[in-house]
């Protein structure tokens, strides 16, 4: 059959009968956060990725291979695709066109229809009903059966009924959308949050091609900002790029492909010399961030059969202490997808994969092609068994600097570091810590602050990188060990050497403060690094945070103002002064916390009724991995060009 024989039947089989109504569309409005997670930026960029899953689920049911996304000048958004566009007849049950149904009834679409879509991503299929509810304007324009049709809507109520504008001998739908700013708190999109998750659909779904430009940023030639996202080898290529600043242990990541009762899974791993363990996975697209059991079963399957196999080649022979799965998995990097056409997700974020079965089905695949590459591969085999070893070697050194840790917490009472001026408080929701830069800004912070809920722990100089170190060396390092301590937390429990046990967390507010200037980065993103490495989870449940001290004070006679950016100096200047100079203006650069007197710290960085704290929040596990490899691992050069090109953008996102 012809690929457009093979269009037309398609054509014929998905129509208004495929699209099945599930629920209304009520409250989406008034509750937008229960639909889309929040309304602040996350929220906002996830409209976009809901429109754009609708054209993936057309690609991987083999109907679409090229999706484009445009930013509008007004941020508003288009995506269009080259699938089969969505139906536009008379859908019976509900007296009108299945387009309108689709756009105005929560879940309601063709996904839902097993003859429509064998599987289908969407975070959990809200769908593009919920952008319509929560967009100010939305037109939607399909192509199909040789024709052009139109319906436009505002706040999730249709304009009026489709209608034929026209023929057209495209394929196709393209919806574009404007947020509603009284939803949404920031309704202006950033390029780089979009274009990390078309990269990240192109490298799971090879051979179709996104696109993304920026009608906001024009360049000189008079182009758009525009980038192509295609990979033909798919996993493979996503392995490389985010180890591009990892030094490979084997030449070639290793690819497994299979399938078991109608469940795809495709797998691509590359061990490397780092000692992190960088295990990310996916199902119908999502990521998973939580894991769940196509996650358990590659595990299993990886550490059943690489033991099995340095076992019958007696490589474990000389050693005197057992291997467990951490160590299979130490300096690995692997992507695990599947395809389930029924998932259950469960989890504090429902990203967690609850199948059963899938974990059995990833399990055996991994086994069987791991088996053989192990065998075929034999020296690649002895480089990565040899690397569990060291792994090994060095979990057991790092247990017992772990367990000297613990000793010397005991047997010093309290437990607590020294260094630490801890608060009185002792609910945790309550608490608050600030790891601070250097003993002199350290005494200013204990001056100034309230000792009822803030603690200060200062930081001498800059901490151990933790992306080069060896896992013993990070409890050996006496900074690090401060931090352990003082907020309660340890590493290791009897199940998984590396996990963290918060239970007796100290502090629900972790304050990263430093000096505003290069060093003051430098520090703070080691430290950054570290809880990114180590202490993810803190990140994840909202915990950890970057002060904001001031740049500048102005001061012209009686006035004086704070100012935090360049751009808030030279527009206070011009304020302040008649002729847009800084004459009769005095302008005090704080370099360093320990300029600021213990009022002035307290003032601006300090009292939660005037300071201004940014939220780390992890947008993309991926992307971040791929960034702390490249700033904090051994490779010059890319980290330059990173530098060179985002100096001037360089933020944390509240």
Same mark, same amino acid.
């Given at each position: ?9 398609? $054509? ?16 989406? *409005? ?36 090229? +999706? ?8 508003? @958004?288009?995506?269009?695709? $080259? ?14 066109? /299945? ?74 739908? *393209? ?36 696109? &993304? ?20 080898? %798919? ?18 990541? &290793? ?98 994969? %609850? ?35 060291? /792994? ?36 945790? /929701? ?24 803030? /603690?200060?722990?200062?930081?001498? %100089? ?20 401060? @931090? ?17 046990? &918060? ?8 304050? +990263? ?119 904090? %691992? ?21």
């Amino acid at each position: 059959m012809t690929a457009e024989e093979k269009r037309e039947l398609a $054509n014929s089989q998905y129509t208004a009968d495929n699209i099945q109504v599930l629920e209304g569309l009520e409250a989406v *409005r008034k509750r937008p956060a229960m639909y889309i997670g929040d309304v602040n930026s996350r929220g906002l960029h996830h409209l976009v990725y809901e429109v754009v899953d609708n054209s993936i689920d057309e690609a991987m049911g083999g109907y679409c291979d090229r +999706i484009e996304i445009t930013i509008h000048n007004d941020n508003s @958004i288009s995506v269009l695709d $080259n699938g089969r566009g969505i139906p536009t007849g008379l859908h019976e049950k509900e007296n009108r066109s /299945a387009l309108e149904v689709v756009m105005t009834v929560l879940h309601a679409g063709g996904k839902f229809d097993k003859g429509s879509y064998k599987v289908s991503g969407g975070l959990h299929g809200v769908g593009v009903s919920c952008v319509n509810a929560l967009s100010v304007a939305l037109k939607a324009e399909v192509y199909r059966e040789g024709k052009e049709f139109i319906q436009e809507f505002s706040c999730g109520k249709p304009l009026y009924s489709v209608k034929t504008v026209g023929a057209s001998d495209k394929n196709g739908t *393209r919806i574009t959308f404007k947020p509603d700013d009284s939803i949404f708190r920031t309704t202006v999109y950033d390029y780089d949050i979009l274009a990390s998750r078309m990269r990240e659909l192109a490298f799971l779904n090879r051979g179709v091609t996104l696109t &993304i430009s920026d009608e906001r940023e024009q360049k000189e030639d008079g182009t758009f900002k525009y980038e192509v996202f295609h990979s033909e080898n %798919g996993l493979v290529d996503f392995i490389a790029y985010l180890d591009e600043n990892r030094d490979k242990l084997i030449p070639e990541s &290793i690819a497994i492909e299979g399938e078991r009762n109608e469940v795809p899974v495709e797998i691509a791993m590359q061990y490397n010399t780092s000692f992190a363990e960088n295990l990310h996975s996916y199902v119908n697209n999502i990521n998973t961030h939580e894991g769940g059991t196509h996650l358990a079963g590659f595990r299993r399957g990886l550490t059943r059969t690489l033991k099995a196999y340095a076992e019958k080649t007696g490589m474990l022979a000389k050693l005197k202490f057992d291997i467990n799965g951490d160590d299979f998995r130490e300096g690995l990097t692997a992507i695990i997808s599947v395809k389930v056409p029924e998932p259950q997700f469960e989890g504090q974020t429902k990203t967690k994969l %609850g199948n059963s079965e899938v974990m059995g089905i990833v399990d055996q695949i991994v086994s069987e092609h791991l088996s053989n590459y192990l065998e075929e591969h034999p020296k690649e085999a002895k480089t990565i068994v040899n690397k569990v070893i060291l /792994a090994a070697t060095a979990r057991h050194a790092a247990r017992k600097a772990r367990e000297l840790v613990q000793r010397k917490s005991v047997l010093s009472g309290s437990g607590l570091p020294g260094k630490l001026s801890d608060c009185s408080e002792r609910d945790p /929701a309550q608490a608050e810590i600030y790891l601070v830069e250097g003993d002199s800004a350290g005494g200013t912070a204990k001056q100034g602050r309230d000792r009822r809920f803030q /603690a200060i722990l200062p930081l001498r %100089g800059k901490i151990l990188n933790v992306e080069k170190a060896m896992p013993h060396k990070i409890y050996e390092s006496e900074e690090i060990k401060n @931090i352990f301590t003082a907020l309660g937390v340890h590493i290791g429990t009897e199940d998984d050497s590396k996990a963290l046990n &918060i239970d007796k967390l100290r502090y629900h507010k972790i304050i +990263i403060m430093t000096d505003a200037d290069i060093d003051g980065s430098h520090i703070a993103t080691l430290i950054l690094t570290f809880f990114f490495r180590y202490m993810t989870d803190l990140i994840e449940r909202g915990y950890v945070y970057i002060a904001t001290p001031p740049l500048y004070l102005i001061r012209k006679g009686k006035n004086e103002q704070y100012c935090w950016t360049e751009e808030e100096r030279e527009n206070l200047v011009k304020e302040w002064s008649a002729d847009g100079t800084e004459k009769g203006i005095h302008i005090q650069r704080y370099k360093g916390l320990g300029e600021m007197n213990a009022e002035q710290l307290w003032t601006t960085t300090m009292d939660p009724a005037t300071r201004t704290l940014r939220q780390v929040t992890i947008e993309n596990g991926l992307e971040a991995d791929h960034v702390f490899s490249m700033l904090m %691992g051994d490779e010059v050069p890319p980290r330059r060009e990173f530098i060179e090109a985002n100096a001037k953008y360089a933020k944390i996102d509240a």
